[in-house]
């Protein structure tokens, strides 16, 4: 099982970036997949996740009502929309599946079974 985070990039503050997740040997249809981030000297944050069986969705307040997370699953893809960006959004920014999620959308990273490689977000000021 692999994921492959991308669409990372430098942006203005107040502009926007779509990650994409996408997922190979395993269809992200059925599990949980949640996106993470991590910025220098500080410990790797939950930021969204959505359910693949029930589409439930969640997020950090930090970025609620700024970011959305969705599922293609033709694609097998789920992306995380970034608007409205602040620098306090700088981070590199993971993707990670559940397969057995206890909850309907789980905000542990320990829970999570596989993880993509990162997407560098950077939000100049």
């Known amino acids: 099982v692999q994921l492959q985070a991308s669409g990372g990039g430098l942006v203005q503050r107040g502009g926007s970036l779509r990650l994409a997740c996408v997922a190979s040997?395993?269809?992200?249809?059925?599990?949980?997949i949640g996106w993470f981030r991590q910025a220098p000297g500080k410990e790797r944050e939950w930021v969204s996740c959505?359910?693949?069986?029930?589409?439930?969705?969640a997020y950090a307040d930090s970025v609620k009502g700024r970011f959305t997370i969705s599922k293609d699953n033709v694609k097998n893809t789920v992306y995380l929309q970034m608007n409205s960006l602040k620098p306090e959004d700088t981070a590199v920014y993971y993707c990670?599946?559940?397969?057995?999620?206890?909850?309907?959308?789980?905000?542990?990273?320990?829970?999570?079974?596989?993880w993509g490689q990162g997407t560098q977000v950077t939000v100049s000021s």
């Open positions: 990670a599946l559940d397969r057995h999620p206890l909850e309907d959308v789980p905000t542990d990273a320990a829970v999570y079974d596989y």
């Open positions: 040997e395993i269809s992200l249809e059925y599990y949980a």
């Open positions: 959505i359910n693949g069986r029930h589409g439930t969705q």
